[in-house]
């Protein structure tokens, strides 16, 4: 499974982004998958997490400003992220598991999420 990552970019306080993850080599209805972000300085954090079933979670820091989802005709994970704070600001992965569970151990190469 490859995956590849787009959508990042610049923006004001308040604004919003949606990152892309692109995948190939299975079908996204078979993976858990989710959405990471690091930023300078910080551990590797997660910020959201779709499961086969389609259930979600969610970090207590982006709940009710991203949603993660899947769209099914594209086989891509999608993060909408709305309200933006300066404090979003990171590199953003996705991941995926390869072992039918949610152990992630499979990463896209990230994409940057600037907010001011």
């Known amino acids: 499974v490859q995956l590849v990552e787009s959508g990042g970019g610049s923006v004001q306080a308040g604004g919003s982004l949606r990152l892309s993850c692109g995948v190939s080599?299975?079908?996204?209805?078979?993976?858990?998958m989710g959405w990471f972000r690091q930023a300078p300085g910080k551990e590797r954090e997660e910020v959201a997490r779709?499961?086969?079933?389609?259930?979600?979670r969610h970090a207590d820091s982006v709940k009710g400003r991203f949603t993660i989802s899947k769209d099914y005709a594209k086989n891509t994970l999608l993060i909408q992220m709305n309200s933006l704070k300066p404090e979003d600001t990171a590199m953003y992965y996705c991941?995926?598991?390869?072992?039918?569970?949610?152990?992630?151990?499979?990463w896209g190469q990230g994409t940057q999420v600037t907010v001011s």
């Open positions: 779709i499961y086969r079933s389609g259930m979600t």
């Open positions: 991941a995926t598991a390869t072992d039918g569970g949610c152990r992630f151990g499979v």
């Open positions: 080599g299975y079908t996204i209805s078979m993976l858990c």
